[in-house]
């Protein structure tokens, strides 16, 4: 069993930056990918961005690509997401996710193993 906790959600104004981290009790971490979701009010649950076991790979959906960047520390079984220039729109509940495959199952949305709890993210204009 994983356990994934997210941390580091918050208010904060458009243009400004936030750093979620996500630690998972596992003692296998690099055996999985590593991904973030999110869901705004009223919407599906979305792709954000996701990251290959050793770290080489990364992927992002458009909405993000350039202002959002995945990393993982590997000794520290941690995985984060340095948010720049965030937008209103990207107030949702962002969601940490552990799975056994590729970041492009991750991107697909084919199920993931693990998921955290959320920290929710609100940018005021």
């Known amino acids: 069993q994983v356990q994934l906790v997210e941390s580091g959600g918050g208010l904060v104004q458009a243009g400004g930056s936030l750093r979620l981290s996500c630690a998972a009790s596992?003692?296998?971490?690099?055996?999985?990918?590593m991904g973030w979701f999110r869901q705004a009010p009223g919407k599906e649950r979305e792709f954000v961005a996701a990251?290959?076991?050793?770290?080489?790979?990364?992927t992002y959906a458009d909405s993000v690509k350039g202002r959002f960047t995945i990393s993982r520390d590997n000794t520290k079984n941690t995985v984060y997401l340095q948010m720049n220039s965030l937008k209103p729109e990207d107030t949702a509940v962002y969601y940490c996710?552990?799975?056994?495959?590729?970041?492009?199952?991750?991107?697909?949305?084919?199920?993931?193993?693990?998921w955290g709890k959320g920290t929710l993210v609100s940018v005021s204009s």
């Open positions: 990251i290959s076991k050793s770290g080489g790979v990364t």
């Open positions: 596992v003692r296998t971490f690099s055996s999985y990918a």
């Open positions: 996710a552990a799975d056994t495959g590729t970041t492009q199952r991750m991107r697909d949305m084919k199920g993931m193993d693990y």
